[in-house]
């Protein structure tokens, strides 16, 4: 990396913004936004103004009606609930097991530690989605096929997850730190409680949503693991929509719409951080 | 731009007090282990539901495997077939076709962005940016549905437009080009304002005054890029280049869900099925778990390849270097 | 389709319910693989085996005598057409009038011309489903012969059907919409064709895409007067919790009187021939369709059905002739090759 004696103040570019790009940068909003926006409109009229041409893009009154239809047609309520518990559960368990491994890896000194951390970073590189029949043949072994524990034990394991929190515990955590709590007769466990996690809590925070947003969004684990509709996550509610023999846009755009909410809602709190998150997390080597 | 605290220890541990405290650290028995306890979890789950089923995909290859049914060892038979049959090759040239369609100009594009939006004087910068960021948390059982109605021949948004500048309706869904072209935009879409912001935090961290530096030295906007940028980004760029291969060589979701008549084909030829739509079908949809693990393998060896080949061009990018 | 998929993996290992409904389609898989569900002779299925349809029961019985599935429902076979379309195409709109159109599959498409000439529009939906779907379900033999060999590629029937679905293509009179896309529920609520194959269940779908057009359908008999598309079976997993209590809902929902009541509710075809004459089935009439009598029609196209048996690979075997009518069709298939790429596909498919 780049190494720079003086500390430089504002590194980013400080020429005039142009006009033009404000426009790409807008035309790129726009690319992100529409589709959302899109299913909105869909969401709020129905398939007859979906499909209509030139098409309509204001939205109707028609929500609560087709919301109402979802909800009668599978127990959608039941699975926004699951998506919680699932995506939730695994985004505590991440922040808390990685900060926990990550903790080890970068304070602790141990024997093999340099390995054990080799073979975490090349786990990342391993493809697991294809393995997806043994995978359901454990998962049948435990007796948990159908069930909410299929899907979040698996997803607690997440070797970015440990090196991203490795990575800042090793840069907001100084030795000195530890050698005085050591002093001072704190055990490992104590140490990490009450000093090393309180510090680098906001990045464990950061990794909890990503990991919540991307269990929340997983489909085809719970797909293959999933059977009753009481145990539906909200993505494969949205799929068992699109079963009906008539394939009804209203609907499926409504049920795409209500999995959406819960993460719009999270994100319009605490999208700011993820993003916060991201830029921070700036890569080295 | 990463924020360094440190407490401060009330005094600097003068040098026997050191000495006491690597004792500490070095600890009782139940110290000792605590390392190995903080991260057995991972390694305890990921043996579990990441490692074996990989290896045991390898076994259940050799089988003849109906899940509701018999197994019979059949060897290497799983394998012959696969290689002979046209829907595996048909498989991977869609995997392929799709992969580097979304991967390419998602990542030439996040570049710009990334280097659009390395501006101070940026107003709305916070807007954008969470904006970029909107895809990514959008599901994506919903983003197939309304991409696939947005493509749509006779009732698609996109279709009316081109319409309008007098070009006949496209059926995307139905063409073999046109199915990738949706599902790669699909892919793109998700990744490309991620990917950006992550360019964006690697960008943020060079000096403006290397830039500086350079232009006094005569560098150009493209010799700046080539020179600075791109070597300041070569981590973030091989991050990229291979979590997107091997992500994007398994897509699932966005073939399933865009051809609602034919979903595990993802179209009546397979235009647009991907080898883990295919190992699916054969595995779940056919019932015969040995031929859709043993597509499983070739996928894993695919990926191996490709991300070994790319991390290796990647690498090629010449590191920064003082 | 899922839940096939969803029944094989909980078979596989999983969870089983004491109950499961199994598709027409996605049957013959399962009867394969008897040891996975209760022979139903166990619990009195012997008795009740004449109330059904003999050619329903059989499909769910295996070569030895096993019952694995009582039969729910099917779904007959007729045409939905639009009589204010047909009436602007100056075509007859009265159902029986109708019917006589199109007594063979030629004449069908014939109608189907003189339609497109008239209006610019297009007449059915599609060719593959429409017509080779249900052309081929009505001759005396399908896929297999009845020792249960493979005949698919031999049978004349089978290339009959998909020759006539070739010639609708080429006539231009379809809509090119796959049944259930969502360009196939639009172009049915705007109109833009006039008919398709509506077994009963089919006309459910209608109601939800096209509900702006109440009143303006009715029904009519199919080109060849019988035909069947869909039906369920229920049947009860070997591992069920409570196999007794399964079977009591099974005797008593599925008996004649039961399938009867669910007709008069759901609209759902009894498979109990008994209950064919009873007032109550003749008599229904939907509204939506222009008062068809819906008992009626629907159960005559049961009649005359000869049976058929279905092998493990049948749903295979007709997916591969669909995709290669709809490549036709829809995609950029050459219809002088359709029918050899089919055949090709399917061995592949099936290795045979």
Known sequence: MISFPVRAPRRRRMDRVRWWHYLLLSLACVACLFPLYWMFIVATTDTATATQMPPEIAPGGNFFHLAGLVLATVPFLQAILNSLIVATTIGAGQALLCALAGFAFAKLRFPGRNTLFLIVVLTMTVPTQLAIIPQYLIISELGWVDTLQALIVPGLASAFGIFWMRQHIAMTIGDELMQAARIDGASTWQIFWRIAFPIVRPAAFVLGLFGFVTAWNDFLWPFIVLKSPERYTAQIAIKALQNNFAIDLGLAMSGSFLATIPLLILFFFVGKRMVAGILDGAFKG | MRTVTTARASTPPTAPTRERARRHIAGGPVERLTPYAYTAPFFLIFAVFGLFPLLFTFYVALFDWNPIGERTFIGTDNFARMLEDPRFWNATTNTVSIWLLSTVPQLAVALLLAHLLNHARLRFATFFRMSLLVPYITSVAATAIVFAQLFDRDFGLLNWLLGLVGVEPFDFVQSTWGSHVLIATMVAWRWFGYTTLLYLASLRAIPRAIYEASAIDGAGTWQQFRHITIPALRPVIIFTVVTSTIGGLQIFTEPLLISPSAPLTCGPIRQCQTLTLFLYEQGFGQFQFGYGAAIGVALFMIIIVIASINYLLSARIHGAHR | ?352
Do not use: C
Not at chain 3, 217 to 225: F, R
Not at chain 3, 261 to 274: D, K, Q
Not at chain 3, 316 to 334: R, Y
């Open chain 3, 1 to 352: 389709m899922e839940t096939a998929q969803a029944l094989t993996t909980a078979l596989a290992g999983g969870k089983v319910p004491d109950l499961v409904l199994i598709q027409g389609d996605d049957l013959p898989k399962f009867v394969q693989q008897p040891q996975n569900f209760h022979d139903l002779r166990g619990f009195g299925a012997e008795g009740i085996k004449s109330d059904y349809l003999d050619w329903v029961i059989s499909q769910s019985t295996t070569r030895n005598g096993e019952i694995l599935g009582i039969p729910t429902d099917v779904g007959g076979m007729a045409v939905a057409y639009r009589t204010d379309l047909f009436a602007a195409a100056g075509l007859p709109t009265d159902r029986e009038a109708v019917g006589q159109l199109w007594p063979t599959w030629d004449a069908f498409i014939e109608t189907g011309t003189r339609y497109t000439a008239a209006t610019g529009k297009a007449f059915v939906d599609n060719a593959a489903t429409s017509v080779f779907y249900q052309a081929v379900n009505q001759g005396s033999q399908k896929y297999y012969d009845e020792a249960g060999n493979l005949v698919y590629d031999r049978n004349p029937q089978v290339k009959q059907a998909f020759d006539l679905a070739l010639k609708t293509i080429r006539a231009g009179v379809t809509a090119k919409q796959s049944s259930f896309s969502t360009g196939w529920s639009a172009a049915m609520g705007q109109g833009q064709f006039a008919v398709l194959a509506a077994p009963s269940w089919m006309l459910n779908a209608i109601r939800m895409n096209a509900p702006d057009t109440n009143g303006k359908w009715d029904i009519a008999t199919i080109p060849g007067g019988r035909g069947n598309w869909g039906g369920s079976y229920l049947a009860i997993p070997k591992r069920a919790n409570n196999p007794q209590a399964a079977w009591n809902y099974i005797a008593e929902t599925q008996s004649p009187t039961g399938q009867l009541e669910h007709f008069l509710v759901e609209g759902s075809l009894p498979t109990t021939p008994s209950v064919y004459q009873d007032p109550r089935l003749t008599s229904r009439q939907e509204p939506f369709f222009s008062n068809a009598p819906v008992g009626k029609i629907y159960t005559s196209s049961l009649l005359g059905l000869t049976p058929f048996y279905i092998g493990p690979d049948s749903s295979a075997i007709g997916q591969e002739f669909l995709n290669a009518l709809t490549n036709v069709e829809q995609g950029a298939g050459d219809p002088d090759d359709a029918w050899e790429a089919a055949l090709r596909n399917i061995k592949t498919a099936i290795g045979k």
